[in-house]
């Protein structure tokens, strides 16, 4: 009985200190040690002991205190749990709690966050579990970052109970930044004649590959050099094998071509002709385009040089043409320039030097006379003498494909020259010559313009013309004006009637346009070097005549016309001759009537064009060429 009532009353004490402890606990907050659980994806992880039942656990290695999530963009996700419960026991009471999120110091973090959707308040959401049984809040937690460039990827979570108990939990996300955006650098803006090196920049730290043909080849290097101007489609790849989209780069600035030039294979001018260079050529660049220098031009020996009249003397010069583009690519072409003489009259001139000018009265002197006032010089007169020979012994032979048959006269204001042939040797009357049918005028234009023949076909110094030859004669102005044997006249004086005395000897002009003529009084008077006193055409002295003759390159010992009437007392009825005095074995201008039969000499102008060579002398005289060949031929490049 005794045995019975003690195990009773232990029973009974049991019971109540039972009772007794549970209500401590509830009152003093004591719970038992038990295992916590977090709802991960590699198994279950403990964590330590807490005071009250609440929980959490996130989609990483346990414990939360820090994971890392990889993304590739500027985005992440992961799964937090929120348990009321500790092992099988559980809270009674809802918890009240709240998930906020820092850089770690307290600061607003770069990332903005929400919970299944629902956007954090000042980086913090306040949520509740319910209590009664045992609950979890599964939550989906999407981190955003709002500024993209900002370097912090450590988010500090901290998850609290509010009510009615006070515990805190912090862990560490960071978010491991595996971007496939990139760009490019490298890519000039500004024209260069380099090669261009692309150099990818990626936001990721993860990349792996990189490629530069639209994922053909795959290289380890970012950098990638190019040589010429082209469009690269560039992808990068990065560790997990995650390729990234195209991106294109244009490469458009490169230029490795230097500027073109043209030119004419041979620049051909006469000497003492004024152009620039530039005129000859062009000059382009499609891309950085010509530096302002343009073209620049030089000899073989270095010398910078503009102008073709830099070029001297006559011959065949090499000229280097450099031309530069805004990067530094330059061109350099080669060509020549052959610099000839000049034509017609003008090479004369250029052959050969003046002697003197105006009237020559130096008795001795023989040579190129310039005319002045004093002997006809009229620079508006195009068929006026302004050079002329003058004197016994001149260098004026001319000749058309090598025969010495003609001599030159003067050249006149248009540089055309102005030919005398040999005398005929025949005679003939001028009232009754074939040539002179119709009238003394008219008949020049019938008969000789038409053949570009002189002389009847009987005579032995007959002259035919080819076709090429006569394409070198000028139709040309003659003058045919009387002039007066009344009184002694000045050569200024002899030069003026025949320029424009028409009256009298037929016609009605001093002048005539056509290709052939006789020679004018003052041609023979202007021949000789005693002008001061051979200027005497009246027909009753004979005084000079031997001076007359011998000093002059046209004296001859044959009665010869010349193209100018006699205006005197006896009317149309005489034309002025070189007359041969006997008496004298001299030369006079004489007035002789036309049924009178005298030799002939032909005049004509051979055209300011007309190509020469030679130097005037008997055994090299001016001759007519039908090209350069024989110029050319005989340069040597310089």
Known sequence: MRKRKALIGLLVFLLISSIIFFIARIFLGIQETSARYAFISTGQTSFSTTPFYFDIACNNSSPCSNFTLPTTTYTVNFNLGIMNFIGSDFNGDDIDYQISISDGAGVHDAYDFSVDGVSAANDTITKTILGGSSRTDSLSITLTKTSPSSIDNNVYFTVSSVSPYTKSFTFVVTVDRQSLNFTVTGNPTNWTNQDVTLTVVPEASNITAYSFDNGATWQSSPSKTFSSNQTVYIKIRNSNGDTSGTV??????????????????????????????????????????????????????????????????????????????????????????????????????????????????GGTTSGLFQDNADTGADASCAYCSQYYYSGPTVDNYFSFAGSNKFRILNIPTNYDIKIIGNISSRTQRWSNSSIFSSSQYTAWQTWWNNRYIYYDSNDSNRLSFSATDATHIANATFYAGEIDDTRVNSIADIINSERTHSSGTGGSSASFTGHFAYPNVSDYLKAGNKQETIYDIDSASIANASTFRNSSWLGSGQNIWTMNGNDSTLGSTQFWALYYAWSQSGNRIYGLTTITSNYYQPVFYITEATILSGTGTSSDPFTVRENWDWFDNAQVLQ
């Open 248 to 361: 294109t780069e244009n490469i458009t600035k490169i230029d490795k071509t230097p500027p073109t030039i043209n030119l004419p294979n041979r620049i051909t001018i006469t000497i003492g002709d004024s152009a620039a260079l530039t005129g000859y050529s062009s000059v382009s660049d499609t891309q950085s385009g010509v530096d302002s220098s343009g073209v620049i031009f030089k000899k073989s020996n270095n010398t910078v040089v503009t102008n073709v009249n830099e070029f001297t003397p006559v011959g065949w010069y090499k000229i280097i043409a450099t031309a530069t583009d805004n990067v530094g690519n330059t061109n350099t072409v080669e060509t020549s320039i052959m610099v000839h003489p000049p034509t017609g009259g003008h090479y004369v001139l250029f052959k050969q030097s003046v002697a003197g000018v105006g009237k020559n009265t």
